[in-house]
Protein backbone atom coordinates (compact mmCIF):
# COMPACT_ATOMS: atom_id res chain seq x y z
CA UNK A 1 0.00 0.00 0.00
CA UNK A 2 1.05 3.19 -0.96
CA UNK A 3 0.91 6.51 1.10
CA UNK A 4 0.40 9.55 -1.13
CA UNK A 5 0.67 12.99 0.41
CA UNK A 6 -2.31 14.80 -1.02
CA UNK A 7 -2.10 18.98 -1.77
CA UNK A 8 -6.03 18.68 -1.55
CA UNK A 9 -9.32 15.83 -2.18
CA UNK A 10 -12.21 18.37 -3.07
CA UNK A 11 -15.55 17.31 -5.01
CA UNK A 12 -18.09 19.67 -6.33
CA UNK A 13 -20.33 20.00 -8.56
CA UNK A 14 -19.78 21.66 -12.07
CA UNK A 15 -21.42 22.32 -15.42
CA UNK A 16 -20.62 21.82 -18.56
CA UNK A 17 -21.65 22.79 -21.75
CA UNK A 18 -20.98 21.04 -25.04
CA UNK A 19 -20.51 22.85 -28.10
CA UNK A 20 -19.77 22.58 -31.81
CA UNK A 21 -19.27 25.08 -34.76
CA UNK A 22 -17.62 25.37 -38.04
CA UNK A 23 -15.86 28.79 -38.89
CA UNK A 24 -14.84 29.94 -42.14
CA UNK A 25 -11.77 28.05 -41.83
CA UNK A 26 -13.64 24.95 -42.09
CA UNK A 27 -12.51 23.85 -39.14
CA UNK A 28 -14.77 21.92 -36.69
CA UNK A 29 -14.44 22.71 -33.00
CA UNK A 30 -16.37 20.41 -30.55
CA UNK A 31 -15.42 21.43 -27.20
CA UNK A 32 -16.69 20.94 -23.69
CA UNK A 33 -16.77 24.09 -21.27
CA UNK A 34 -16.39 23.12 -17.81
CA UNK A 35 -17.60 26.22 -15.82
CA UNK A 36 -16.44 25.73 -11.74
CA UNK A 37 -15.39 27.59 -8.78
CA UNK A 38 -11.51 26.24 -8.69
CA UNK A 39 -9.09 28.06 -11.01
CA UNK A 40 -9.98 31.96 -10.06
CA UNK A 41 -12.94 31.93 -12.40
CA UNK A 42 -11.53 31.00 -15.46
CA UNK A 43 -13.34 28.24 -17.56
CA UNK A 44 -12.15 24.53 -18.28
CA UNK A 45 -11.83 24.38 -22.45
CA UNK A 46 -11.77 21.01 -23.80
CA UNK A 47 -11.14 19.81 -27.20
CA UNK A 48 -13.16 17.10 -27.56
CA UNK A 49 -11.08 15.29 -30.77
CA UNK A 50 -8.15 16.23 -29.55
CA UNK A 51 -8.27 15.74 -25.89
CA UNK A 52 -6.35 18.79 -25.16
CA UNK A 53 -7.63 20.97 -22.36
CA UNK A 54 -6.26 24.42 -21.08
CA UNK A 55 -8.09 26.77 -17.91
CA UNK A 56 -8.50 29.75 -20.06
CA UNK A 57 -9.68 33.52 -18.72
CA UNK A 58 -9.49 36.87 -20.60
CA UNK A 59 -5.90 37.15 -20.34
CA UNK A 60 -5.15 33.75 -21.77
CA UNK A 61 -7.29 34.78 -25.06
CA UNK A 62 -5.25 37.73 -25.63
CA UNK A 63 -1.46 36.21 -24.85
CA UNK A 64 -0.45 35.99 -29.05
CA UNK A 65 0.42 32.18 -29.61
CA UNK A 66 -1.33 30.66 -26.73
CA UNK A 67 -4.39 28.83 -28.33
CA UNK A 68 -2.02 28.16 -31.08
CA UNK A 69 0.36 26.81 -28.77
CA UNK A 70 -2.47 24.59 -26.83
CA UNK A 71 -4.52 23.22 -29.18
CA UNK A 72 -2.28 22.74 -32.38
CA UNK A 73 -3.93 25.03 -34.14
CA UNK A 74 -2.98 27.22 -37.15
CA UNK A 75 -3.35 31.10 -37.05
CA UNK A 76 -6.59 30.96 -38.48
CA UNK A 77 -8.36 28.57 -36.32
CA UNK A 78 -7.30 30.32 -33.26
CA UNK A 79 -8.29 33.02 -34.47
CA UNK A 80 -12.26 31.67 -34.39
CA UNK A 81 -11.77 30.05 -31.63
CA UNK A 82 -10.43 33.17 -29.78
CA UNK A 83 -13.25 34.84 -31.44
CA UNK A 84 -15.96 32.44 -29.90
CA UNK A 85 -14.18 32.08 -26.43
CA UNK A 86 -14.21 35.87 -25.69
CA UNK A 87 -18.29 35.51 -26.08
CA UNK A 88 -18.26 32.68 -23.35
CA UNK A 89 -15.16 33.09 -21.13
CA UNK A 90 -16.31 36.97 -20.01
CA UNK A 91 -14.18 38.38 -16.85
CA UNK A 92 -12.67 36.38 -13.68
CA UNK A 93 -14.22 36.58 -10.72
CA UNK A 94 -11.93 35.93 -7.84
CA UNK A 95 -14.18 34.09 -5.26
CA UNK A 96 -11.89 33.39 -2.71
CA UNK A 97 -11.23 36.67 -2.15
Same mark, same amino acid.
Given at each position: ??? %?????????????? %?????????????????? /????????????????? /??????????????????????????????? %??????? /??? %????
Amino acid at each position: MSE %FDFLYDHTEDTSTR %FVCFVGSSLHRFDLAVTN /TNRFYGKKMITDLQSGK /TAIIGPDDLNEEGYLEHVYKISEEEAEELRS %FLFQIVG /TVN %FTDI
